[in-house]
Structure formats: structure tokens, C-alpha cells
């Protein structure tokens, strides 16, 4: 297979509502699709990294950038392309695993659709479908948290995720609790929004019985993690500090998480999402898959790799309308509480064309 382009297509998705977290407010979705062009068809790519670096260090337009100056030019002048071999060719660029992320998962959905294969039997997928949690954002008050937590265990939602901050965090934890009961799959995500010193205001939320605490300190403080483990019986499970199998390994062995949230962008695709699949599970430890508020391209892959066998907690696989009233895709619909996993070739779905040219902003055609 030989690659002849790349198409950038940057879209911009208006959000069903605001998405309050720990490091501001989300309206609209701004994010970078590819269109990997080869001399045997085409596959889709999506960069999940946001217009600012305040998820993680990676940006749309650093993204764009580092794709057009060094990976794609990379690429194409490493002979005929092989998706398991696209990281190796990559490696010499350091960091950048979001956009490294998306140019994988292009060659690797090109690949299989010529070859006539699904993203779930590549990746070694077990279920047909797979439960569904959901990620409610900090609200401006109580009530509206209860009506936003009352309306998604109405749909089916089977996990519900709070974000917190520090002023947000115990209170609407006990009236989720109070309201909903003992028996809700109930867990937080702080998004590094807590330092150790808050130890003791943390160890406050004992005794709800939450699944777990995500990354509650900052993305480099592994340590803190397990000194925090220590102080608290909520299990600790991290996302923005899982960024390889090799971070992985080490994080569970210095006692820093009992549960690893898997986002293939995060840590630079799907072919690694599965080795740290394979070392939580080593390990003992559960993974879920998490969610960047993919459109239906990132969210298929998505489905399909939650449905590997380690992935034995509900994951942030929402359904297309928790974010769009359109999605760009056949929607993803929740189904008694879970969404199916695609079969067809590649990841199975494809843009509908005239609903990506209504979210299109701009595209760039990078020549190779
Ligand atoms: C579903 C969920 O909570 N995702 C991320 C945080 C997040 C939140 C908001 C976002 C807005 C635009 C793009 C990416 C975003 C990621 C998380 O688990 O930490
Ligand atoms: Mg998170």
C-alpha cells in the first residue's frame, strides 16, 4: 500500500449543551479529522486534540503542524505503509501522540478496509456490544445536576461520571447519591484539578463507595498518586497520566492506580491502547475506555476497542447525541445501555458527505 495524501479537514461541531470541567467550559467541538489517501482506497483518522493545550500539551493547530512538517512527510518517505510499523517511523519526532494518533488510525482503517477487515477483529474484540457510561460536566447548581444525572439513567446510561473541582466535589456527590441511591455506578473525574495537601478533603468522598477517582493530581505527579492511594479507599484511576504500556507499567507498579482509563489519542493509538490493555490485564488491573467528544469516526474505533476483554468497567463510549444533535457518522444510539460494536471494514463507518461539509471550517491537502 502506498500513500498518496493526506487531507486535513478541520471541523468545528456545536455541542447539545456547554461541558463545564476542571479546565473550562466546552460550546462547540473544535477538532482535526484525516482523510489518509492510498493507492488502495482511503481511511479516516481522527486527532482528538482540543484549540488549547489545557487537556494535555497537544493543540489543533500544533497538531496540523507537526503532521504537515515532520510525520506525514515522514511517512510517506518510509516505503509501503504498514500500520503496525507507523509508530516506529514516528518515533524519532518526539511527544505529539494525539497527532501521531490519528495518522495511525488513517493508515490503519485504509489498511483494513482493502483487506476487508474490522477494527474489533483486529484489535482482538470479544463482545458484539459494549455498556455505556456517560460524563456529566460541573453544572451551575445542584438541581441542574440532578435533572442532567435523572435525564441519562432514563436513557440507560449503565455508569455516571461527575466531574469535579475543588468547590464541586462532595456536596454533588452526596446528593447524586441521595437522590439516585447506593446501587448507581457512580465514579469522579477531577482532570489533575487536586494537589496532595487536599489528601484529607478527598478521603471526604470514602464514603459514597465511588468505582473511582480519576487523576486527581497533575499529569506528571506519579508518586503523589500513590502516596494519595495511601490516604484514601477510593480507588485512584488515571487518564492523563497513561501515555504508553511503558507509563502504564510503572504507574501500577509504584502503587499510583488500581483502574487505567484507555483514550487511544492520548496515548498515540490504537495499537498501543491494546499493549496497555494487555499490561493492565497482566496486571490485574481493569481498564474502561475513555472519550475526547469524538465524532462518529474516533467514537467507532472506540466501541471497538472497548470491547476487548480487559475492558471490564463502563466506558465514556457515549452515544452520538450526549454531544451533537448531528453527528458527522450514522449516529451511535444507545441500546439498553450500550452501543454496538461495528463490524464492517476498518472502523465501519464513514462520514456522511454532507453533513461533514456543514461542520467543515477548512481542509489542507498535504501532498506527499
Ligand atoms: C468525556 C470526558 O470527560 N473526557 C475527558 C475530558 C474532556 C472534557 C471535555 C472535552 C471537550 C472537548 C474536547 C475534549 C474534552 C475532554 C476526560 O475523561 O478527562
Ligand atoms: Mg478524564
Known amino acids: 500500500m502506498k500513500l498518496t495524501g493526506v487531507e486535513l479537514i478541520h471541523v468545528s461541531m456545536p455541542l447539545v449543551s456547554p461541558?463545564?470541567?476542571?479546565?473550562?467550559?466546552?460550546?462547540?467541538?473544535?477538532?482535526?479529522?484525516?482523510?489518509?489517501?492510498t493507492?488502495?482506497?482511503e481511511g479516516w483518522g481522527e486527532c482528538v486534540t482540543m484549540p488549547d493545550p489545557v487537556y494535555s500539551s497537544e493543540y489543533v493547530a500544533g497538531a496540523a503542524d507537526v503532521l504537515r512538517r515532520f510525520l506525514v512527510p515522514a511517512l510517506a518517505a518510509s516505503g509501503p505503509l504498514d500500520a503496525s510499523r507507523v509508530a516506529t517511523v514516528l518515533a524519532p519526532f518526539k511527544g505529539h501522540r494525539m497527532a501521531k494518533a490519528a495518522l495511525e488510525m488513517g493508515v490503519l482503517d485504509a489498511e483494513l478496509r482493502a483487506e476487508g477487515r474490522s477494527f474489533a477483529r483486529e484489535l482482538g474484540a470479544v463482545h458484539d456490544r459494549v455498556p455505556c457510561g456517560v460524563s456529566v460536566g460541573i453544572m451551575d447548581s445542584i438541581p441542574a445536576l440532578l435533572d442532567a444525572v435523572g435525564g441519562y439513567i432514563d436513557e440507560g446510561y449503565v455508569r455516571i461520571k461527575l466531574k469535579i473541582e475543588p468547590g464541586w466535589d462532595v456536596a454533588p456527590v452526596r446528593a447524586v447519591r441521595e437522590r439516585f441511591g447506593d446501587d448507581v455506578l457512580l465514579q469522579v473525574d477531577a482532570n489533575t484539578a487536586y494537589t496532595l495537601a487536599d489528601a484529607r478533603h478527598l478521603a471526604r468522598l470514602d464514603p459514597f463507595e465511588l468505582l473511582l477517582i480519576e487523576?486527581?493530581?497533575e499529569e506528571e505527579d506519579i508518586l503523589g498518586h500513590a502516596d494519595l492511594?495511601?490516604?484514601?479507599?477510593?480507588?485512584?484511576?488515571?487518564?492523563?497520566?497513561?501515555t504508553s504500556a511503558q507509563s502504564t507499567a510503572?504507574?501500577?507498579?509504584?502503587?499510583?492506580?488500581?483502574?487505567?482509563?484507555?483514550?487511544?489519542?492520548?496515548?498515540?493509538?490504537?495499537?498501543?491502547?491494546r499493549r496497555i490493555h494487555d499490561v493492565c490485564?497482566?496486571?490485574?488491573?481493569?481498564?474502561?475506555?475513555?472519550?475526547?467528544?469524538?465524532?462518529?469516526?474516533?467514537?467507532?474505533?472506540?466501541?471497538?476497542?472497548?470491547?476487548?476483554?480487559?475492558?471490564?468497567?463502563?466506558?465514556?463510549?457515549?452515544?452520538?447525541?450526549?454531544?451533537?444533535r448531528t453527528d458527522i457518522t450514522e449516529p451511535f444510539?444507545?441500546?439498553a445501555g450500550t452501543l454496538t460494536v461495528p463490524t464492517g471494514p476498518g472502523i465501519g463507518v464513514l462520514p456522511v458527505p454532507e453533513l461533514l461539509a456543514e461542520v467543515t471550517t477548512h481542509t489542507e491537502w498535504l501532498t506527499v
Open 281 to 324: 490485564v497482566a496486571n490485574g488491573v481493569p481498564v474502561w475506555c475513555g472519550g475526547m467528544l469524538e465524532t462518529g469516526i474516533g467514537r467507532a474505533a472506540n466501541v471497538a476497542l472497548a470491547a476487548l476483554p480487559g475492558f471490564t468497567m463502563p466506558g465514556d463510549t457515549s452515544a452520538s447525541d450526549r454531544y451533537y
Open 229 to 242: 492511594a495511601r490516604q484514601i479507599t477510593t480507588p485512584i484511576c488515571l487518564d492523563e497520566s497513561i
Open 250 to 273: 510503572a504507574a501500577i507498579r509504584l502503587g499510583a492506580c488500581e483502574v487505567v482509563n484507555i483514550k487511544p489519542g492520548r496515548v498515540g493509538g490504537y495499537l498501543e491502547s
Open 333 to 335: 444510539v444507545l441500546d
Open 39 to 41: 493507492d488502495e482506497g
Open 215 to 217: 487523576q486527581p493530581l
Open 19 to 37: 461541558f463545564r470541567t476542571s479546565f473550562g467550559t466546552q460550546v462547540t467541538r473544535d477538532l482535526l479529522l484525516l482523510r489518509v489517501v
